[in-house]
């Protein structure tokens, strides 16, 4: 079984910068790609951003593309959500998120039914 642990929201300015982290443990990390999601309160669950197993291939949604950057370490079992220029729109429930094993190696999913495991989320709330 597959446990992820997010963790670094919070309340912030428009403009502001936030970091969220996520810390994976129950298989082999290095083996899949890592996908960060969020969701609103009344809307679906969204694709923000994916990493590749070895960080060589990257995804982020249209949204975020410029202000968000993914990056993992896959000697720390983490991946990371660099959030700058932070908007409104963007305040969220923040998940981290590992795909099924049938997305081992070199896939890189986005869609949310391509992911099996999932963290509790963290709170991203930025005021204009």
């Known amino acids: 079984q597959v446990q992820l642990v997010e963790s670094g929201g919070g309340l912030v300015q428009a403009g502001d910068s936030l970091r969220l982290s996520c810390a994976a443990s129950?298989?082999?990390?290095?083996?899949?790609?890592m996908g960060w999601f969020r969701q609103a309160p009344g809307n679906e669950r969204e694709s923000v951003a994916a990493?590749?197993?070895?960080?060589?291939?990257?995804y982020y949604a249209a949204s975020v593309k410029g202000r968000f950057t993914i990056s993992r370490d896959n000697a720390k079992n983490t991946v990371t959500l660099q959030m700058n220029s932070l908007k409104p729109e963007d305040t969220a429930l923040y998940f981290c998120?590992?795909?099924?094993?049938?997305?081992?190696?070199?896939?890189?999913?986005?869609?949310?039914?391509?992911?099996?495991?999932w963290g509790q989320g963290t709170q991203v709330t930025v005021s204009s």
């Open positions: 990493i590749s197993w070895n960080g060589g291939r990257t």
């Open positions: 129950g298989r082999t990390f290095s083996t899949y790609a």
């Open positions: 998120a590992a795909p099924s094993p049938y997305y081992a190696g070199d896939y890189l999913p986005t869609w949310t039914n391509a992911y099996n495991y």
